[in-house]
């Protein structure tokens, strides 16, 4: 089974940007979708972006497009969330997560493989 590992949240002004990493041990993402999620204080977890690692087909919530971009690098078994213009509201810890497969979904339930969160904080 694959594991994931997130790293590179931060703080960061509103307009600012951070980059996110998702990170693969145990096996590669091949024959995955991959995933991320976040979590506001006092709000559900919800889907951010997803990506299918076989042919990077991507998916993303309305709240987000356009100014987060989702990528993989296949050499370094790694996804990366590129994450421009943030605002306040973007604030919430970040998680990635897995699920085998090749259906792309934004329902977290579908996803089995999650990483332990990063923060991100924007400030007004």
């Known amino acids: 089974q694959v594991q994931v590992v997130e790293s590179g949240g931060g703080l960061v002004q509103a307009g600012g940007s951070l980059r996110l990493s998702c990170a693969a041990s145990?096996?590669?993402?091949?024959?995955?979708?991959v995933g991320w999620f976040r979590q506001a204080p006092g709000k559900e977890r919800e889907f951010v972006v997803s990506i299918r690692w076989s042919d990077g087909n991507t998916d993303y919530a309305d709240a987000v497009k356009d100014r987060f971009t989702i990528s993989r690098d296949n050499a370094k078994n790694t996804v990366y969330l590129q994450m421009n213009s943030l605002k306040p509201e973007d604030t919430a810890v970040y998680y990635c997560?897995?699920?085998?497969?090749?259906?792309?979904?934004?329902?977290?339930?579908?996803?089995?493989?999650w990483g332990q969160g990063t923060q991100v904080t924007v400030s007004s």
């Open positions: 997560a897995a699920r085998l497969g090749t259906y792309p979904s934004r329902s977290r339930a579908m996803y089995v493989y």
């Open positions: 145990g096996r590669t993402f091949s024959g995955y979708v």
